[in-house]
């Protein structure tokens, strides 16, 4: 694959460069949505000692697409009195940043759409139009719930931006670098040598992961941190009026973001493409970090009760900001006292 | 300071706590049981509906229609009738109707019974859209099994897997049922009944229930 595309490219590099992009990350990033939710089901179920879905093909396997059929057949419904451009637009814009991003997300060696030395800061940039996304969905929707669920996504995501974006400007000072393949090409060698472990530039290493991840289950929105949906109490949250395909789209970009999210915090800390024993490195070790993420996501999902709304910002300023400031000011000084 | 970092320690410890014992539920096998393709075998004890139990040795209803059952029902819901055979000391049950649209599983029947003739059945799958099939011909029942798993050996009983608790008729493969019932338990004095020469023919034909 890699070789193959590289030596297309290097013939009639842009234009086929494109189509290899488009066609390969809208397939990657559709079947791991529609297969996300399988492993989704599958974990809750065994997580709660049941067997799952299991009619719909082998093991349940062709559910996913059993769904896709019935939301696609769906009639798509806009209610009355909505903002119906904005109610459109809405799902796409969340799913649009998502295949953007992961233009930059190098998946082996010179299996990236991009290599471009801004990636890190491009994510983000897009990763922030996904919660304008949801609060203009929850807004246009014209529905009580759903204007609760967009209120509480952009507090949420407010909130947990800084540690993030505090944790990422820590993770730059360490790498020198914004470019996402030139940061996996640091973490070379065996595993001690992935960013989580280098205790020797900071100690805190480790703690700097943990913020990463928990501040990207809070901007995906997902458990505990689910606050934007808390089925209890806002039906589906921002989601409530949508029907079919557009709660489709949005369900699909739900999970990309949190591929999304596992592949950024692998590509950043778990040493990407990197193998950990310093040998056969490759796509394969990235989807290996990829998906172990991803079943932890899982994990904790069906591990931890909902939290409180104070709870989760207690949690992001009474704790995680704090933190993530102390470790960027602690990485500042080691690097200014040992470089 | 001091105190908000142990608090937050121990929290996170209690964070991996959780997650090792969901992660132990993961890998430990699954518990449910998918009902129509596998079903749980009842308990012992388990109080369904009633059934007329056999006599080993002859493979018949050991029921000799005393009709206490039918006396002690609070609802109604047991008619039994008996004949004396031909050659026989005591009666034996010909005709057992059970209302089980009525019957609220109270066991006044089952306590009252002297000679354990009848116990609860460990049937449970019962659903079903058409009133007839809870009116049981209890006695019917009974000898079509007998029957089946008697006289036509051959043939797979399939026709009939509602009542699978029984123990297996031992004797007499094929007995007619107008042969003797040979019990020499001390008799009981039973209400005359005008003696029913034939065979009560029921109203459903069909043992009732068989999960579909």
């Known amino acids: ?339 | 300071m001091k105190n908000s970092l142990k608090e937050i320690a121990t929290g996170f410890n209690s964070l991996l706590t959780g997650m090792r014992i969901t992660l132990g539920q993961f890998f430990k096998p699954s518990v449910t049981v998918q009902y129509p393709h596998e079903s749980l075998k009842m308990p012992e004890r388990f109080r369904g509906h009633i059934e007329l139990v056999r006599d080993p040795e002859t493979g018949k209803a050991l029921c000799f229609a005393c009709k206490l059952c039918e006396r002690a029902c609070p609802s109604d819901c047991i008619t039994v009738d008996g004949a004396k055979l031909d050659g026989a000391k005591k009666k034996s049950v010909t005709h057992y109707m059970l209302d089980f649209t009525k019957c609220s599983l109270c066991g006044s029947c089952v306590e009252a019974c002297r000679d354990g003739a009848i116990r609860y059945s460990h049937e449970y799958n019962l659903a079903s859209t058409n009133k007839e099939d809870y009116i049981m011909d209890l006695f019917k029942r009974l000898e079509t099994e007998r029957i089946e798993a008697g006289g036509v050996a051959q043939a797979a009983p399939s026709a009939n897997p509602v009542v699978g608790q029984g123990t297996p008729p031992a004797g007499s493969p094929g007995v007619p049922p107008g042969a003797a019932p040979a019990a020499d338990a001390p008799g009981k004095t039973c209400a005359a009944e005008p003696p029913k020469a034939e065979q009560p023919s029921a109203p459903n034909s069909q043992p009732s229930a068989a999960p579909k």
């Open chain 1, 1 to 339: 694959m890699t070789s193959i595309s590289n030596g297309i490219s290097a013939l009639w590099p842009e234009p086929l460069r494109l189509v290899l992009f488009v066609v390969g990350i809208m397939s990657f990033v559709g079947l791991n949505a529609a297969y996300l939710v399988w492993v989704e089901r599958k974990g809750a179920a065994r997580f709660q000692r049941r067997p799952g879905p299991t009619e719909v093909g082998w093991a349940g396997l062709l559910q996913p697409i059993a769904d896709a059929a019935k939301l696609m057949s769906k009639q798509l419904i806009v209610p009355a009195g909505v903002d119906r451009t904005l109610f459109r637009v809405a799902p796409l814009l969340m799913m649009s940043p998502v295949l953007m991003s992961l233009a930059v997300i190098p998946f082996g060696e010179h299996l990236a759409a991009r290599n471009i030395n801004v990636g890190l800061l491009m994510i983000f940039a897009f990763g922030s139009i996904n919660v304008m996304a949801i609060m203009l969905g929850g807004w246009s929707s014209r529905n009580k719930y759903a204007i609760i669920s967009a209120a509480r996504v952009v507090s949420q995501n407010v909130a947990y931006e800084i540690p993030m974006l505090l944790v990422v400007i820590t993770m730059i000072m360490v790498t020198g670098t914004m470019n996402l393949n030139e940061i996996v090409v640091q973490q070379a060698g065996a595993f001690w040598h992935w960013n989580i472990f280098r205790v020797w530039i900071n100690p805190l290493m480790p703690v700097t992961f943990l913020i990463f991840y928990t501040c990207m289950l809070a901007e995906t929105n997902r458990a505990p941190f689910d606050m934007a949906e808390a089925e209890s109490e806002l039906v589906a949250g921002a989601y409530t009026e949508y029907s079919g395909m557009g709660f489709g789209v949005f369900f699909m970009a739900e999970y990309s973001n949190i591929l999304l999210g596992c592949a950024l915090a692998t590509v950043l800390f778990l040493g990407g493409w990197q193998s950990p024993f310093g040998i056969l490195s490759g796509a394969f070790w990235f989807l290996v970090k990829m998906y172990f993420l991803i079943f932890s996501v899982v994990w904790i999902r069906w591990t931890f009760p909902r939290t409180q709304f104070y709870g989760l910002l207690n949690l992001s300023w009474k704790i995680l900001i704090p933190v993530s400031l102390f470790t960027l000011i602690l990485t500042s000084a080691m690097l200014k006292l040992f470089r």
